[in-house]
């Protein structure tokens, strides 16, 4: 996004305040992103998940789909990340996710791609400056099928906030 700042010149921004966001809205965020082997081992260990579906081929080679699955926690936490850049880059708190639901497998090699809808915008009751914003994502491998899907909701400042 754009802001002007001056005669012919510009700034760039990241993330949008209250005021940017519309109930209604879709946003398709950019760039996807390929898992790697790599991706899909590192991340696995680091959150400690030992599930052998997540990182031994032999044991993915005998189990209902025929190879490693891609942790599901890796799944949900790339495509949050997606959405950083687009909704939430300067957000005062990310206040929580809901109704994470897991629709499709995701393998090493896919590509996954985000788009998020503005379910809902209120001002917040604790924090009269700042406003909570609600977006339903989804994760969508290059070939059209939806892995997960999620609720998530944020505040960001209100520039159009006057104190009392």
Same mark, same amino acid.
């Given at each position: 996004?754009?802001?002007? $700042?001056?005669?012919?010149?510009?700034?760039?921004?990241?993330?949008?305040?209250?005021?940017?966001?519309? +109930?209604?809205?879709?946003?398709?965020?950019? =760039?996807?992103?390929?898992?790697?082997?790599?991706?899909?081992?590192?991340?696995?260990?680091?959150?400690?998940?030992?599930? =052998?579906?997540?990182?031994?081929?032999?044991?993915?080679?005998?189990?209902?789909?025929?190879? $490693?699955?891609?942790?599901?926690?890796? /799944?949900?936490?790339?495509?949050?990340?997606?959405?950083?850049?687009?909704?939430?880059?300067?957000? $005062?708190?990310?206040?929580?996710?809901? +109704?994470?639901?897991?629709?499709?497998?995701?393998? $090493?090699?896919? /590509?996954?791609?985000?788009?998020? !809808?503005?379910?809902?915008?209120?001002?917040?009751?604790?924090? =009269?400056?700042?406003?909570?914003?609600?977006?339903? +994502?989804?994760?969508? !491998?290059?070939?059209?099928?939806?892995?997960?899907?999620?609720?998530?909701?944020?505040?960001?400042?209100?520039?159009?906030?006057?104190?009392?």
């Amino acid at each position: 996004m754009l802001r002007k $700042v001056g005669e012919n010149e510009y700034q760039e921004e990241h993330g949008g305040d209250y005021e940017d966001f519309e +109930t209604g809205m879709t946003i398709k965020h950019w =760039p996807g992103r390929t898992l790697s082997e790599a991706d899909n081992t590192w991340l696995t260990l680091l959150t400690m998940n030992q599930h =052998p579906l997540h990182f031994d081929k032999a044991y993915g080679a005998q189990a209902e789909y025929g190879r $490693v699955l891609v942790n599901s926690s890796i /799944t949900l936490a790339l495509v949050s990340g997606m959405t950083v850049q687009a909704l939430s880059a300067r957000a $005062v708190a990310n206040l929580g996710w809901e +109704t994470v639901r897991l629709k499709e497998p995701l393998f $090493v090699g896919d /590509t996954l791609y985000a788009i998020s !809808k503005i379910l809902a915008k209120r001002p917040s009751k604790s924090q =009269p400056n700042n406003g909570i914003i609600t977006v339903e +994502t989804r994760g969508i !491998k290059s070939t059209g099928e939806t892995v997960i899907t999620f609720e998530r909701s944020f505040m960001v400042r209100r520039r159009d906030y006057r104190e009392p």
